[in-house]
């Protein structure tokens, strides 16, 4: 059984920091691709960043390039978003996607982002 689990997410304030963990279980992570989404309410959802599988080449959106970082620990089949400097345009439900073929992927539950002071 597929499982994406994100984890992390909470309520920090303008100009902080968060680290959110996607733990995925069921397929092969090693060869997915895995990406990051949000959706913010009334928004519709966006791609926040990607990493590929082997390469760990990196893609972001522009509004946060620089402040947002992927990264990927095939060993504990778990990929990374770290948030920092975060807006109050940040918040949002935070989705954790893997690609695992032309065809398929799947998705996680989600985790809330909020940043308010």
């Known amino acids: 059984q597929v499982q994406l689990v994100e984890s992390g997410g909470g309520l920090v304030q303008p100009g902080g920091s968060l680290r959110l963990s996607c733990a995925a279980s069921?397929?092969?992570?090693?060869?997915?691709?895995m990406s990051w989404y949000r959706q913010a309410p009334g928004k519709e959802r966006e791609l926040v960043a990607g990493?590929?599988?082997?390469?760990?080449?990196?893609n972001y959106a522009d509004s946060v390039k620089g402040r947002f970082t992927i990264s990927r620990d095939n060993g504990r089949n778990t990929v990374y978003l770290q948030l920092n400097s975060l807006k109050p345009e940040d918040t949002a439900v935070y989705y954790c996607?893997?690609?695992?073929?032309?065809?398929?992927?799947?998705w996680g539950k989600g985790t809330q982002v909020t940043v308010s002071s």
């Open positions: 996607k893997a690609r695992t073929s032309f065809w398929t992927e799947y």
């Open positions: 069921g397929f092969t992570f090693s060869t997915s691709l």
């Open positions: 990493i590929t599988n082997t390469e760990r080449v990196t």
